[in-house]
């Protein structure tokens, strides 16, 4: 047993100390700077949003606007514990459970991890004995010159063994390595599953975006098709000159071509969602609105930096560098003698009165045996065997490198992206505030226009302005719903439902 086992030869792994920082990066000290111009604004658009109601023009669900405050610098947030409760819609979690029993990718995956088992279980194998059976029958004859041998059957049985002892450890380090690349591969497949389940939500995100930019599309056109009837009339009776008429055909031109590009849009998006969902091209079905969602969303404050170890590329980066560490190991080991234990134990029968015989303890004298020990020196091989040590060695290095810039990644995206969704909150705030404005100033302006007190291009100036501040409202709020799906990914999944709820300081 002492001779199986031996002694390791080789470097062993540590996990390199990245010295990362207790949490990530804080609010910097001016970041709150503008606070009280975000109170305001919010204050703004909750008054503006209490007046009277525009009751001349119908608004849909889509088009209103959720007013609460934005909870996302509470002190004491709290994240939910998974995605489908971090962004409540039913619909989406849907969604990614069908994308992850279909999608394709997944299950290439899912196939190349067992790929990676099997190799693992082969390199186990090679730690104990291999026992194989031969047989072999025939007949033969034989003549030296005049003397003629009778024909005889042959019968032979063996049972054969062959161990290699490990007693330098090389079997075991080729196991590690193996080991170390399966855990490699399995956070691959948990990278490719955790990018589908990030695209998945992404995709929906968007298409929700575009449903409001088509709805708001939608709302212009048909407010400039009735404002180009009433001046075809007003054309007609000589109040208003040709070029005021071609102003507003052009416009119901452009309202009508972001109609169709809107829509464009919308169904290459439900196209490609469908293959994230592993299906022909189909309609999606919705579900919460996206400022509902967004409301909804609550990033905390203090997010502990060990969450970085959820991340699949940095579990991959450092299972790669076990593997190479344990790759040195068994290229040092290949450069040392190798023990072997080999043997055979069978029968033979040389008779040409029994073909078959009935067993091997009823014809002692036809059994047959061997047992012996053998060892292999690596005397002289141009250097092979070093310079295989040398590129394993390489590996070892790359591999370290390789882990510790990961963990400099897992630390930028995660600043970057709490960074990104603070900042897209804050100006979702000001946003709402100057489109609930804009929408006053457009009714106001036609009230006058239609009383005969303004001209018309003042109601043409702030309609365009009302569309442009809607759009972009809602391309803000896709910012920052996609940012937390970011920073989902970027802390590998998520994060525990209980966080630091201590404020960074100056915040």
Request: net charge negative; glycine share 6%; with cysteine.
């Amino acid at each position: 047993m002492w001779l199986a086992a031996g002694c390791a030869v080789g470097p062993g792994y540590h996990r390199p100390d990245t010295q990362p920082p207790p949490q990530y990066r804080p609010v910097p000290l001016g970041a709150d700077s503008l606070r009280s111009t975000y109170d305001a604004l919010a204050a703004s658009r909750d008054s503006m949003a209490r007046r009277r109601p525009d009751t001349s023009e119908a608004t849909s669900d889509a088009e209103t606007r959720a007013l609460s405050r934005p909870t996302f610098l509470q002190s004491d947030a709290t994240a939910a514990a998974s995605w489908f409760d971090l962004f409540q819609d039913t619909v989406l979690k849907q969604l990614v459970v069908t994308a992850i029993n279909g999608n394709r990718d997944v299950r290439v995956a899912a196939a190349t991890v067992q790929e990676y088992q099997a190799d693992l279980r082969r390199a186990t194998a090679g730690l104990f004995p291999a026992f194989t059976i031969t047989g072999q029958s025939g007949r033969e004859k034989e003549a030296l010159g005049s003397i003629s041998i009778p024909p005889q059957n042959y019968l032979e049985g063996l049972g054969n063994v062959s161990w290699e002892l490990d007693f330098w450890g090389r079997l075991r380090n080729v196991r590690a390595e193996a080991r170390g690349n399966l855990l490699a591969e399995e956070e691959s497949r948990r990278s490719v599953l955790l990018s589908l389940v990030g695209s998945v939500a992404t995709a929906y995100l968007q298409l929700r975006e575009l449903d409001l930019d088509l709805d708001i599309a939608k709302r212009t056109l048909a407010s400039r098709q009735e404002t180009y009837t009433l001046s075809q009339k007003k054309f007609n009776r000589g109040t208003i000159a040709e070029l005021d008429l071609r102003q507003f055909e052009g416009d119901v031109g452009d309202a009508a071509s972001s109609v169709a590009s809107y829509e464009k849009q919308v169904e290459q998006t439900e196209n490609e969602l469908s293959v994230l969902l592993g299906r022909s091209p189909a309609s999606i079905p919705r579900g919460r609105s996206l400022n509902d969602v967004l409301n909804a969303v609550d990033v905390p404050v203090g997010i502990p930096s060990q969450l970085l170890e959820r991340r699949p590329d940095v579990r991959q980066a450092e299972a790669q560098l076990r593997a190479a560490t344990a790759g040195v190991g068994a290229a040092i080991d290949a450069r040392l003698p190798t023990f072997t234990i080999n043997g055979y134990w069978g029968y033979d029968n040389f008779s040409t009165s029994r073909y078959i015989p009935p067993g091997p303890f009823t014809a002692p004298g036809n059994q047959i045996y061997q047992v012996y020990a053998g060892v292999s020196i690596p005397v002289f091989d141009f250097g092979a065997l070093a310079d295989a040590q040398h590129a394993a060695e390489a590996r070892a290095v790359e591999a370290r490198n390789t882990y510790e810039q990961a963990v400099l990644a897992a630390f930028h995206d995660v600043n970057n992206y709490l960074s990104e969704v603070r900042n897209d909150r804050q100006q979702t705030v000001a946003l709402q505030a100057e489109v609930q404005a804009l929408r006053i100033a457009y009714r106001l302006s036609r009230d006058k226009y239609e009383a005969g007190y303004a001209p018309y291009l003042d109601v043409l100036t702030a309609q365009r302005s009302l569309f442009a501040a809607e759009q972009t409202l809602v391309a803000v709020e896709f910012q920052a719903l996609a940012g937390v799906v970011d920073l989902y990914q970027s802390l590998g999944g998520g994060w525990p439902t209980a966080v630091a709820t201590t404020e960074a300081p100056g915040h």
